[in-house]
């Protein structure tokens, strides 16, 4: 709407000057855009790492996209019954980020935020240092420059010892209440426990870590949830157990079985020969790789016939000697010198190591081809140390210095013109080679990988026992806390109903059991807490109406201001909207025209509230107050500080926690 200052116009004409008909607006925030924090299988975006950074997503496709998928090294401990059926199956949670993301979007969840604090370790340990830097918790800094999010969840919290937990939890309180503009959903620490009321109580120790401060910012959730989710479990994943918690492997139960012994020194070959080294620190970087393959021998356990053995034997010869050549030429090769570049090994040692005997000679392997052209640099070169003794010791021979240059699959054209830029050039050569090293042992690992699938696919068809045992983990379910559904729910009830409404007495989705039934007794001390007021809100299961949310407070139960979560974020989101909107006023005249536009602004957001239901009372008056002004708000001083004051008071709905009904008889009328 165009405006024009009336009193300045001097140039005789015709002006439009459009007058505002309506106070300005306010914009709702978004209430229920949780932050999720933990670890990941993956954390690149576009090429890069988004480690310690907020990526927001709007799918778990994206999430997968991103961050991967679930902990691969989960395992499954099955219990066996004297017959080799199977009594029990506990699957072991790890990292859980993945788990809340998927139980976020099973239960209504629509946009989010990732923090990953790092990828999975192999042995699925987590470190504090990796959520913490300086006293600082890395992603609590992160968040302070994002608006957006409204939740923070960190799954992986329960992962941690009391200490850390606790360290978590209450910074996370204290980051919310800072800002103002957003909640905690937290869960208690080994929730997949029952109560035992003493110093060892879950509940107990909980209440005792999670101090006094900011209570009213944060809301937890008790017990953990057996849920409905697939995991994919390989023969890898599986440990049997018999009698009374006793490994054995699973050969002594699936006996006489070629698949079993197949897929065992297949699995061996992999952990043993191929990802040891690939995983070590060093592998993805030229000149830097640690010898770990000289123990490669054979993957003969991955050969259905024996006629394929001398070409996996070729294949992880070719791997070794690859490799061995780099840790070879890693401390020897140098700008100025070439001489050096074999580690001061003659020509007949080379030979030796990079010719692969039963191969045909007039195959050239790419490290062969390599090893070729470091010798004729140096014969290229006479002042190297191994000299020019090429001839006698290769079949066939190769071309001798003299066509050096006029070879173009050796250098190409032209060819180096002295040592350093040949060096240069073999430089380039190993990095190139590297490369298709790296890629060429994942194209094998992921070949071995496809082979073992099969194999197992053959022994779930081949053994009842081994079939029996992995429906039986199937039918398990991952073990989840219950913070990733709850953020999934706040959102979906706020979609649904408003903010205002707790997010209480809804279906959990995903879910099959509580870990621990929760009844009206227990629960009486989990909901109102007489000393600290800490209320835990349960999630419980009754008959026929499945698993149920059945808690609505904060972390603050006995406040009379802030005791139920949807009072506590009603003011948020109240407090944020209005907060974003009044910024259009700051440095406009402190005067009565802009506290009548502000106090308009505010009272028409309000009222349109209250006609939705979120405030209690039968009139617009009874349910809320604005108050800004002179004599009102403020006085003369506050003014001449620039200082514009407003007030607002509202009656928030609370929820009918306690439905009492009273029944009488009374006397016959007629």
């Not at 080679?433 to 790296?438: A, M, N, R, T, W």
Request: proline share 5%; charged share 15%; with cysteine.
């Amino acid at each position: 709407m165009s405006q024009i200052n009336e009193s300045t116009i001097k140039t005789p004409g015709v002006y439009v000057n459009e007058i505002p008909s309506f106070p300005p607006s306010i914009a709702q925030v978004a209430t229920a855009v949780p932050v999720f924090i933990g670890y990941s299988q993956d954390a690149t975006r576009n090429g890069k790492s988004v480690v310690n950074q907020a990526v927001r997503i709007s799918s778990l496709v994206q999430y997968v996209q991103y961050f991967g998928a679930d902990f691969p090294n989960l395992t499954a401990n099955v219990a066996l019954k004297p017959d080799n059926s199977v009594d029990t199956v506990n699957i072991s949670p790890k990292y859980q980020l993945y788990n809340a993301v998927r139980m976020f979007y099973s239960n209504g969840g629509v946009n989010c935020y990732i923090i990953s604090v790092g990828k999975y370790k192999n042995d699925g340990s987590v470190l504090i240092t990796d959520f913490i830097d300086a006293g600082k918790i890395r992603a609590f800094e992160v968040l302070r420059k994002e608006d957006e999010p409204t939740l923070i969840v960190i799954p992986d919290a329960i992962s941690f010892g009391a200490s850390d937990f606790n360290n978590l939890a209450t910074t996370s309180l204290k980051a919310c209440a800072d800002l103002q503009d957003r909640f905690t959903i937290l869960d208690v620490l080994n929730g997949d426990k029952e109560r035992t009321y003493d110093n060892s109580d879950v509940i107990t120790v909980f209440r005792n870590g999670i101090g006094s401060a900011n209570l009213n910012y944060g809301a937890a959730y008790y017990p953990w949830l057996r849920s409905s989710l697939s995991y994919s479990f390989s023969y890898r994943n599986i440990q049997l157990q018999k009698p009374a918690g006793t490994n054995v492997p699973t050969k002594n139960i699936v006996t006489n079985n070629v698949f079993v012994t197949q897929i065992d020194r297949a699995v061996t070959d992999l952990n043993t020969h191929i990802n040891t080294f690939v995983n070590t620190p060093g592998f993805g970087a030229p000149f830097n790789v640690a010898p770990y393959t000289s123990a490669i021998t054979d993957a003969y356990g991955l050969i259905p016939s024996t006629s394929d053995k001398p070409e996996m034997t070729l294949r992880l010869s070719y791997i070794k000697d690859i490799i061995l050549g780099f840790v070879a030429l890693n401390s020897t090769l140098t700008d100025a010198d070439p001489s050096h570049i074999y580690g001061g090994r003659t020509t007949k040692d080379i030979h030796t190591t990079y010719t692969r005997a039963g191969a045909d000679a007039t195959d050239i392997s790419p490290m062969d081809q390599l090893i070729r052209e470091l010798l004729l640099l140096d014969e290229s070169f006479p002042g190297g140390a191994i000299g020019a003794a090429i001839a006698a010791n290769f079949t066939p021979a190769f071309p001798n210095a003299a066509g050096l240059a006029a070879d173009p699959t050796i250098y190409g054209t032209p060819a180096p013109a002295d040592a350093a830029a040949a060096v240069k050039y073999i430089r380039a050569r190993v990095n190139n080679l590297y490369s298709g090293v790296v890629n060429s042992v994942s194209a094998f690992i992921n070949e071995v990988n496809l082979r073992l699938q099969n194999l197992e696919i053959q022994l779930n068809d081949s053994s009842s026992i081994y079939n029996n045992i992995t429906v039986a983990i199937k039918n398990q379910g991952i073990v989840v806390p219950p913070s990733g559904a709850l953020a999934g729910i706040y959102a979906s009830v706020d979609g649904t109903r408003g903010v205002w409404k707790a997010p209480a007495n809804v279906s959990v989705n995903t879910i099959v059991e509580p870990l621990v039934n929760v009844d009206d007794n227990t629960q009486e001390d989990l909901n109102i807490d007489t000393d600290s007021g800490k209320s835990i809100n349960a999630v419980r299961a009754f008959t026929g109406k499945g698993i149920l949310v059945w808690g609505a407070r904060t972390l603050d139960g006995n406040s009379n201001d802030f005791r139920y979560i949807s009072v506590r974020r009603f003011y948020i989101m109240v407090e944020e909207s209005v907060k974003k909107a009044a910024m259009q006023f700051v440095f406009e005249p402190n005067d009565g025209n802009t506290w009548v536009r502000v106090r308009a602004m505010i009272e028409n957001y309000l009222t349109n509230l209250w006609r939705q239901g979120a405030l209690a009372g039968p009139k617009p008056e009874q349910a809320f107050y604005v108050k800004v002004g002179l004599g009102q708000t403020m006085t003369f001083d506050d003014i001449l500080n620039g200082k514009m004051i407003i007030e607002i008071g509202m009656a928030p709905v609370r929820p009918a926690e306690f439905i009492i009904l009273r029944f009488s008889q009374i006397q016959q009328q007629a």
